[in-house]
């Protein structure tokens, strides 16, 4: 059974499985391959969707975690963590809308939206990795 303490890991399991998935869509989109990008980005959607029902659990439910580190470090992750929040704020609304876009076959729209969403959800896929790094395994804390 999965423990509340656990829930940090397994988000950034998640992130790291959306970020594989992002990366394979893009690829697959590249080659031509449109429904081996579609299944791989449908599959990014949902294990984001996965990913953000955890956190929020973990928020409620979970022990307000501080980062312990110093010296330079310091600013280093409050940078990457305020620009994650930042973004990771807008993911869930232009991800649906880009989605929703290639569902409905409006696919020069999509395009156009998916420049923006790629590269924003992408950033937060591997900045929400690093943050637990950071938090988790680099500086524990106590």
Same mark, same amino acid.
């Given at each position: !059974? ?11 399991? =998640? ?16 080659? &031509? @391959?449109?429904?081996? #990008? ?33 010296? =330079? ?10 620009? #994650? ?20 076959? @409006?696919?020069?729209?999509?395009? @156009? ?8 959800? !992408?950033?937060?896929?591997?900045? &929400? ?14």
């Amino acid at each position: !059974m999965i423990e509340i303490a656990d829930l940090p890991a397994v988000n950034a399991a =998640l992130n790291s499985v959306s970020l594989i998935l992002l990366v394979a869509g893009y690829v697959q989109i590249q080659r &031509g @391959r449109v429904k081996a #990008h579609q299944c791989c980005m449908t599959a990014a959607f949902c294990v984001s969707t996965a990913f953000l029902a955890s956190y929020l659990t973990y928020r409620l439910l979970g022990e307000e975690k501080r980062f312990t580190g110093q010296g =330079l470090i310091r600013p280093i992750y409050f940078f990457i963590l305020i620009t #994650h929040v930042i973004l990771a704020a807008t993911v869930p609304i232009l991800a649906g809308r880009t989605l929703y876009l290639a569902l409905r076959g @409006r696919f020069t729209q999509h395009r @156009r939206i998916a420049r923006i969403t790629f590269p924003i959800w !992408m950033y937060v896929s591997v900045t &929400g990795v690093l943050v637990y790094l950071f938090l988790f395994q680099l500086y524990p804390g106590r």
